[in-house]
């Protein structure tokens, strides 16, 4: 049955009146099309250097970070630390590589979430160019920029001319994304350089793919082919991801699997200061499976683990102690 929605255009005072069947509504609700948000004014860089701009403070994390578009990685956006100086043989950058919502080919949606969890200490690389001052981003991306990504980090590890010459750890790789995003971060991860997933506000749609044209069409025997520790992080059952998700977790059996939900809704915490909670969980995670961290995992760990304790949410975990 049809049903007639409204759209407003946020930066028009136009109101479209148009109609569609309920499963395109919610194709267009999971990919995460109605989520707008706002950047950080971007640095004037001069002529030969990298565009740059610091995103709210820079995060919380120990090493202040930076967004800025690579000249040898146009294609994507890196977020890193600003002074990258500290790490080397040591203290090595982990590589996050990250598919966005709407499988759009920008993250201007998830900035401050992003930022925050470089400022740990990783080397975040988003599909898409950095966007401008105000973009809202846009075009679609394809799964195979996350190889992109990763391809680069390794090969920028091993340039003696590049900044992130033998600073980046190129053993620690997760694969990570939000709506459509995740369905491409799920795509990829059978790759075998792949360290951990995370799969934000998504899931494999049914057993034949469907949702948006564009989307990854995966099938549930794709999670067979899973090698690495995986969290879903999940807005809670209003979320329109969250059966798809929580089925997921389900069916996976196979390796440590870690779901948590928030009853914020598929537009999660990435928007809130410093990307809000989603931000705190996802940190978490990536310090624990790709730093080693012991104590950040304990918010995933014991029974009852750290983050059940945590205000508003709820978890599941399978084959993590």
């Not at 890196?78 to 790490?87: Q, Y």
């Not at 069916?251 to 705190?280: K, S």
Request: aromatic share 8%; charged share 15%; proline share 7%.
């Amino acid at each position: 049955m049809g049903i007639t929605i409204k759209i407003i255009y946020f930066m028009s005072p136009k109101v479209i009146k148009m109609k569609c069947n309920s499963k395109l509504l919610i194709s267009l609700l999971f990919a995460g099309l109605f989520f707008p948000g706002s950047l950080a004014a971007q640095e004037n860089a001069p002529a030969g250097q990298a565009a740059s701009r610091v995103v709210e403070d820079g995060g919380t994390g120990p090493y202040p970070a930076l967004m800025i578009s690579e000249p040898t990685l146009p294609t994507h956006t890196v977020f890193r630390p600003k002074d990258l100086s500290p790490f080397g043989n040591r203290n090595k950058l982990p590589v996050i590589a990250w598919g966005n919502g709407a499988c759009a080919n920008s993250p201007w949606e998830h900035v401050n979430f992003l930022s925050e969890i470089s400022s740990h200490g990783f080397l975040v690389i988003a599909i898409g160019p950095m966007p401008q001052e105000g973009q809202r981003g846009g075009g679609r991306s394809q799964s195979v920029q996350l190889t992109d990504a990763i391809n680069w980090a390794i090969a920028q590890n091993n340039d003696k001319s590049s900044p992130y010459y033998n600073k980046i750890d190129v053993s620690k790789i997760a694969v990570s994304g939000m709506s459509c995003g995740g369905l491409q971060a799920l795509e990829m991860a059978p790759d075998p350089r792949v360290t951990t997933l995370l799969v934000c506000n998504s899931g494999i749609i049914g057993e034949g793919g469907g949702g948006m044209p564009g989307m990854p069409a995966l099938n549930k025997d794709h999670l067979l082919k899973l090698h690495a520790p995986t969290i879903y992080i999940l807005g809670g059952e209003s979320d329109i991801a969250y059966k798809n998700g929580m089925d997921d977790f389900g069916r996976i059996n196979h390796v440590p699997v870690f779901a948590a939900n928030l009853d914020v809704g598929h537009g999660g915490t990435y928007r809130q200061p410093h990307g809000g909670e989603f931000a705190v969980v996802a940190t978490a995670w990536v310090k624990w499976q790709l730093k080693g961290d012991t104590e950040a995992g304990k918010m995933f760990t014991g029974n009852p683990c750290g983050l059940s304790q945590r205000s508003g949410w709820k978890v599941e975990k399978k084959n993590i102690p």
